[in-house]
Structures are given as C-alpha cells and as structure tokens.
C-alpha cells in the first residue's frame, strides 16, 4: 500500500513528464521545480535534495562538457567535419561516415557533449554535401547513445550506476571497459539497422524554407593564417569549393589578384580570400581552422574586426512601429 508521500511523489514525477512532453520548457527547469516541490511537501529534506550534486558521475559530465568545447574551439570540430566525415556519395555513406566515429568518441566523452559538439559540424557537412540533415541528426543521436554503452564514461546512467555500485560494502565499482563486451556488439547491431532502415523512416524534409530560401549576398574577405593547416593546400582540398551558397571570387596574393581561381589553386600563408554569396554562409567560414577574417577589409567599414558584427534583425508582428516608414 502507497502512503501519502509515495503518491505524491509519482504525481510530481508524472507531471514533470507531461510538462517535458507537451511544452518546451528547459529541462532542467522542469526538473529542478519537481524537486522544489518534494523539498516544499517535506517529502524530501534540503540535503537529500543536494545529495545528486556532489555525484563523481556529475562532475565527470561537467568536465567533459568543457573538454567538448575545447576541442570545438581549437578547430577539431572543423577538421571532423572536412576531413573525417568526407564526401559521401549517397545518404547511407553519410550515416555511416557519421555514425561510426560518433560511436567511437562516445564511448571515452560523456554522449551528451558529444552530441552538443557534433551538431553544428553536422549541420554544416550536411548542407555543403546537400544532404538533408533530417537524415543525420537520429544517426548521430544513436550513434551517441549506444557508442555510450561501451565504457563506463560514456553516458551519465553508467558514471551513476557506477557510483551507486560504489557505495556499497565490498564493492569496488565498474572498470573502464567492463561493459564492452555488451556494449560492442549493440553498436554493430544499432549501426546496420539505422543505415538499412532509414530510407524508410527517415525521408528528406528539407523544408520550403530550405528549397527557397533566398539568397542575400554577402561580401567578406579572409585571410590564411601563416603556418596554419591550410597552407599548401589546393582550393579544392581545403574544403571551399563546397560552401553552401558562397562563392570565392578572388584571391589577393601579396598585391597580386587572382581571377577565376582554379580549384587546383595552392594556398599560401597571408592570402586575402574574397568571398561572396549567402551572408548565413559567413559562418561557415569563420569556422574553418587556419582562416580568419581580415581587419582591413576592402569592402566593408574602415572599422577593426572586433568592432563590427553582422546582425540579421527580425520584426515581430506586435512591434509598434510597423507600417510606419523608416524615417
């Protein structure tokens, strides 16, 4: 038989579910106001409501998500994304070229930052090689998970279980690898099925704003970074060539211009690259390792780079002044 305190807590717990399915509140709202409300009701006290927080598996995720941002902001997530993944040539090569390292970097970083640091790549990759990302995204997602279930760091569930299984008398917890064994073969098995399957369940929805979106032109120039990764590489090599919607028009080589650039065209260090096309396409190249945007640009204000910011400004319906002209 349930006592009043049972019951109470299935109803937060039920309630905290519904509001995490019906509305798009942060979890971690959700789920801190679940646990304020148990504290409030004395069915919890304030140090068993704190206990979670001095967990070695939360300190280990927290960790983990800084690792995830250094390696996306040292340019690893750039090189994932133009030399590991590639250029598949169907959606199957795609998932695959994506799924299989997903699944290895899971399986020593915490799944959730894996994912966190993955996606814009993906997104990125997905565009440049016209690949819906509708088609990559639960790839990755699965990859992530079950790649997880190989070590005891891969997901947050092991590092708990494992500190659980710590607390007890005699117990001297999980070894890196002891779930490999499991873990390995499930991979191999989520791996096929996603590939076969998804032609079925995970059709092409690009979207009409995808198809049809317009392209607002865009001129900014970069410049190769003396000693970086793209020095004595081809245009083509370098990965620019497949930039959604921008163009490079020219390159200004120590005064000398270079028109209608070959994509076998080698880069040199302090090369002025100019490109043009879609202005959300900038980012792709603020993204690439070894390219930086000029300070002194020809085309733009006589301003410094850290002075200047692209911003796209979106009128919402209930503004006051619509209708009205800009003067």
Not at 130 to 156: E, F, K
Not at 213 to 218: G, L, P, S
Not at 264 to 288: C, H, P, Q, W, Y
């Amino acid at each position: 038989m349930l006592g009043p305190d049972a019951i109470a807590t299935l109803l937060v717990i039920a309630g905290c579910f519904s509001l995490l399915i019906t509305t798009r509140l942060p979890a971690d709202m959700v789920l801190l106001a679940g646990v304020a409300v148990l504290v409030f009701a004395n069915i919890l006290t304030p140090s068993e409501a704190l206990a979670g927080a001095a967990s070695e598996g939360l300190a280990t995720v927290a960790v983990l998500f800084v690792v995830a941002q250094a390696l996306s902001d040292t340019g690893v997530v750039s090189w994932i994304s133009y030399n590991l993944l590639g250029r598949p040539k169907n959606v199957a090569s795609a998932q695959l070229r994506l799924m299989a390292p997903v699944a290895v970097f899971s399986s020593v970083l915490n799944n959730t930052p894996v994912v966190a640091m993955m996606v814009p790549a993906v997104r990125d990759w997905a565009r440049r090689n016209n690949i819906s990302s509708s088609q990559l995204m639960i790839p990755l997602s699965y990859a992530a998970i079950i790649g997880g279930t190989c070590t005891v760091v891969g997901t947050s569930t092991n590092l708990v279980v494992n500190d659980m299984l710590k607390r007890q008398p005699g117990v001297d917890g999980l070894a890196l690898f002891d779930l490999a064994w499991v873990g390995i073969p499930c991979t191999l098995v989520v791996l096929g099925l996603t590939i076969a399957t998804s032609r079925w369940l995970l059709p092409d929805r690009k979207g009409e704003a995808q198809r049809f979106e317009d392209a607002r032109q865009y001129v900014v120039e970069m410049l190769v970074e003396p000693g970086s990764p793209l020095v004595g590489k081809s245009i083509e090599n370098a990965g620019l060539r497949q930039l959604p919607g921008m163009f490079l028009i020219e390159i200004d080589r120590k005064g000398r211009i270079l028109t209608a650039v070959s994509p076998r065209e080698t880069l040199e260090g302090d090369d002025r690259l100019i490109f043009a096309g879609d202005v959300r396409s900038v980012v792709d190249l603020k993204n690439i390792h070894g390219l930086r945007v000029a300070d002194d640009q020809v085309f733009k204000l006589d301003t410094r780079q850290s002075a200047r910011s692209l911003v796209e400004v979106v009128i919402s319906p209930n503004f006051p002044f619509v209708g009205k002209s800009v003067r």
